[in-house]
């Protein structure tokens, strides 16, 4: 991340203010139940997320991260034998993990105004399993692709915690390919409780794709979601140069600038997968 890109946006933050949210105490009945937007990072979430946030009834707030701990702590064996032996079943611990989710969600949604929440993370991909666990597969997956090569190598342009130790651009592609693996399977297990968008898709026929995405969350579309730019959206871990855009500003083929060889060699390690998303695997085109 460039020193000039950072000064920028903390000049902006300092001009014109952060985010301020009135935290307002929740009721302690209050399960709420959300809506997960999975993808990859560098695969376009960050714009999903502003486009939903933009709704009138929709909260989509910055990354939360905090299901990547909760999953830590359940898949920890001395923690929930030690919990066994306190005398905590799992169902105990379901509910009191998803009692701390929904205080988090709930208190976040009236504070916003908002009646429904869609929680942006892209670590969540790798612990699908666990959240459909902890809402006992009660809630749904907005899943959004993107061709992997623009994905390896925006990931490589930027810092991604995850692949920063010997980082490499078949590093940061591998992670893009096991992360739509396992997305397209749980879109094939789970098809009535996913909706697949496609960056291409997103940024192409912006207003077609956000309608059947409202479709699918039983909400009605509404213009100003296109406005994006125009609503004060809480701030958090996302790409800066997101906040400053006023247009939708397609990124694609920059992989072009690497070896032919390497191109080829990727081309052929994801023809599969690509064909599964409906791209074509030698040009990227999404079709």
């Known amino acids: 991340m460039r020193f000039i890109d950072v000064f920028r946006t903390r000049l902006r933050d300092v001009l014109f203010g952060r985010t301020n949210i009135k ?29 939903l946030d933009s709704h009138s009834q929709i909260c989509c707030p910055p990354e939360t991260k905090f299901h990547v ?19 905590f079943d799992e169902v105990f611990i379901r509910q009191q993990m998803r009692y701390f989710a929904s205080g988090v969600y709930s208190t976040h949604l009236r504070a916003m105004g908002k009646q429904l929440l869609v929680d942006k993370t892209p670590e969540y991909v790798r612990i699908l399993d666990f959240l459909d666990w902890l809402y006992e597969g009660k809630c749904r997956y907005l899943l959004i692709f993107r061709n992997g090569l623009d994905v390896a190598h925006s990931m ?20 893009w390919k096991e992360d739509s ?8 297990n789970y098809p009535d409780r996913c909706h697949k968008v496609v960056y291409d898709q997103l940024c192409d026929n912006t207003e077609a794709t956000l309608k059947g995405v ?32 006023r247009s939708i500003n397609k990124s694609v083929h920059n992989y072009r600038e ?9 081309k052929s390690r994801s023809a599969l997968i690509h064909r599964a ?8 085109e999404f079709s």
């Not at 693996?181 to 094939?188: F, G, I, P, R, Y």
């Not at 690497?258 to 990727?266: F, G, N, R, V, Y």
């Not at 998303?277 to 990227?284: A, F, R």
């Open 181 to 188: 693996q396992t997305m397209l399977e749980w879109m094939k």
């Open 258 to 266: 690497w070896p032919e060889a390497t191109i080829k060699d990727l």
């Open 214 to 245: 409202m479709e699918f969350m039983d909400l009605s579309y509404e213009s100003q979601q296109l406005k994006w730019y125009r609503h004060n959206h809480s701030r958090g871990a996302e790409d800066i140069k997101a906040r400053r855009q």
């Open 156 to 175: 490589n342009e930027m810092h991604i915690e995850p692949i920063e130790q010997d980082k490499s651009i078949y590093k940061a592609f591998e992670y």
């Open 23 to 51: 935290v307002i105490k929740q009721d302690s009945d209050i399960d709420t139940i959300p809506f997960f937007l999975i993808g990859s990072f560098r695969s376009g979430t960050t714009l999903f997320r502003y486009l």
């Open 277 to 284: 998303i409906g791209y074509d695997p030698d040009s990227l």
């Open 69 to 87: 701990h909760l999953d830590q702590m359940y898949n920890s064996r001395s923690t929930m034998e030690a919990f066994t032996h306190m005398g």
